[in-house]
């Protein structure tokens, strides 16, 4: 017999403890900033796809009208969308922003799991949530017919068997399988553990994944609730807020809470979109060392095959324009130096043919752009640690920093607004890591136009953005401070990227 009053409490056993009903709300809270800053990532590249070639028209999902541009050199950073900051957190085109809110709250929503998981068992209540038998499916199949047909199942111990599988699938499925396919796509990890990336089939599979996730938990959201007011709305709010059935404002209560994760979701939202370098310093509390620790201590261990390689490797930012570059490009590059200089014991000038007699190294690597797409390619050069050993850094150094030749008031400013020569830094343990490399060659050529040529920064550990191409000079510094606007590089300084760059 089906109960359907919904005057019985679900948990006649016990009402929820304190720890869980904390929980439950935290959880509520930090769903909404990934779900909402996991769709600004996804907004500046709008493309899901299934494998790391990433090719136009192999699209799994495509969530934009944008014609690819034809005809002419096109960059990545013209696929990015702007998404309303009713959706996106915090809208408008902000990657570097939305990224810090991501991870920020990544890491809150795994600490409050975490204590979450830990009570659980500390406090025997796991028992309500792991199905300790067989049964559970004909019991789940059982509640899935009776809600079928318009009614409510009678309570289990507390949960019938359908809730008690979709909510131990949630916890001990969705979730943990959310969080290993967000790390799958972090650089340092594809660098360092290639081998946990191809569980997902590579980074592409493990970003579509990732977003099927997302769908997921909105999916749970919204049948939870539906099924929870079924079950007598005002008797369950009042279990999950207030600790009592019959609580006597739980509507209230639950419309004053609604309000409060509404506020705290504008309130982020409008103080991004208003101070957008103040809201990146405060999130910087929790990402800045996570992101400092990954970056030196994942080092790059990837030897792909080489037949793997991304026929059209994607391309970004706009080769130098002008004419002290193309006077360069059309001597084939023999005028070209590479400064190496700043805190040396020996600065140096090096021409493409110094470079090229130096033992070279080959690596075949995904190149992670922070927008999300990927490609592989085989880069040969010269190891950056090799070019330090002849410079001599001073026991001051602890930064390198990387200057170029294009200047970024030649982009218009609605595909990337400020201008500057472009340059970035990197902590000087980074720039020694095997596979740190000024890259001259790709796939066997000498580096096209749009690739970096003559040389190019290679790090496989680290976002795209850090790459330098077009170098000019090489700096060995003890503070970013002085450099550009002081951030770590051309994009801390414009966008709000994060200085280093690991995920
Ligand atoms: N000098 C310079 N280097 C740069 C950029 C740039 O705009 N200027 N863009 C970076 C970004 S965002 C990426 S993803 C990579 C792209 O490298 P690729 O064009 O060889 O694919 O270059 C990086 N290096
Ligand atoms: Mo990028």
Redesign the pocket.
């Given at each position: 017999m089906a109960v359907g009053d919904g005057s019985l409490s679900l948990l006649a056993v016990s009402a929820f403890p304190d720890w869980l009903r904390a929980t439950h709300l935290l959880n509520v809270l930090f769903l909404t900033l990934l779900a909402r800053s996991g769709l600004e990532i996804l907004s500046s590249f709008p493309k899901l796809y299934w494998d790391d070639h990433c090719a136009h028209g192999t699209e799994v999902l495509k969530l934009t009208r944008k014609p690819v541009p034809t005809g002419r050199l096109t960059i990545?950073l013209e696929e990015e969308e702007s998404w309303s900051p009713l959706l996106a957190l915090p809208g408008r085109r902000n990657l570097g922003l939305g990224r810090h809110w991501h991870f920020a709250a990544v890491i809150a929503w795994i600490a409050t799991g975490a204590v979450y998981v830990v009570l659980l068992f500390a406090a025997g209540e796991w028992r309500r949530l792991v199905p300790s038998s067989w049964s559970i499916f004909p019991d789940a199949l059982d509640a899935a017919l009776t809600y079928l047909s318009l009614d409510v199942p009678a309570p289990g111990e507390p949960y019938n068997g359908l809730q008690q599988l979709v909510y131990f699938s949630i916890v001990f499925g969705l979730a943990p399988l959310t969080i290993a396919s967000g790390a799958a796509m972090s650089p340092g990890l594809i660098g360092r553990f290639p081998g946990f990336v191809r569980l997902f089939g590579g980074k592409q599979r493990a970003r579509t994944i990732h977003f099927a996730c997302l769908a997921g938990f909105v999916l749970f959201t919204v049948s939870h609730t539906a099924l929870v007011a079924l079950h007598g709305l005002r008797g369950r709010l009042g279990e999950i807020l207030l600790g009592a059935a019959d609580a006597e404002h739980a509507v209230a209560v639950a419309l004053v809470v609604l309000a409060a994760i509404v506020t705290l979701n504008v309130v982020a939202t409008v103080g991004s979109l208003r101070s957008p370098r103040r809201a990146q310093r405060a999130l910087d509390v929790l990402v800045a060392p996570l992101q400092h620790v990954l970056s030196r201590t994942l080092v790059s261990q990837q030897r792909y095959d080489r037949a793997l390689v991304t026929p059209r490797?994607?391309?970004?930012?706009f080769p130098p324009k002008g004419e002290p570059y193309e006077r360069l490009r059309a001597d084939s590059f023999a005028s070209w130096q590479l400064e190496v200089g700043g805190l040396v014991e020996r600065p140096l000038r090096l021409a493409l043919d110094d470079l090229r007699r130096l033992e070279p190294s080959t690596q075949v690597v995904t190149?992670n752009?922070?927008q999300g797409w990927t490609?592989v390619a085989k880069w040969t050069g010269v190891p950056l640690a090799r070019v330090l050993e002849l410079c001599g850094p001073l026991p001051a150094a602890r930064f390198v920093v990387f200057h170029?030749l294009?200047d970024k008031a030649d982009t218009p400013d609605a595909i990337e607004p400020g201008a500057g020569l472009?340059y970035e830094t990197i902590e000087l343990a980074v720039a020694r890591h095997p596979q740190a490399l000024l890259a001259y060659e790709m796939n066997g050529e000498p580096l096209a136009v749009?690739?970096?040529a003559p040389l190019?920064l290679r790090l496989e550990n680290q976002l795209?953005?850090k790459?330098?191409?077009?170098l000019r000079a090489i700096e060995l510094v003890d503070d970013v401070a002085q450099i550009g606007a002081g951030h770590g590089g051309w994009k801390e300084d414009h966008v709000y990227f994060g200085s280093p760059a690991a995920i």
């Open positions: 990545g490797h994607r391309i970004n930012g190149h752009c922070i490609g170029a294009d472009f749009e690739h970096g190019r795209g953005f790459m330098v191409k077009w």
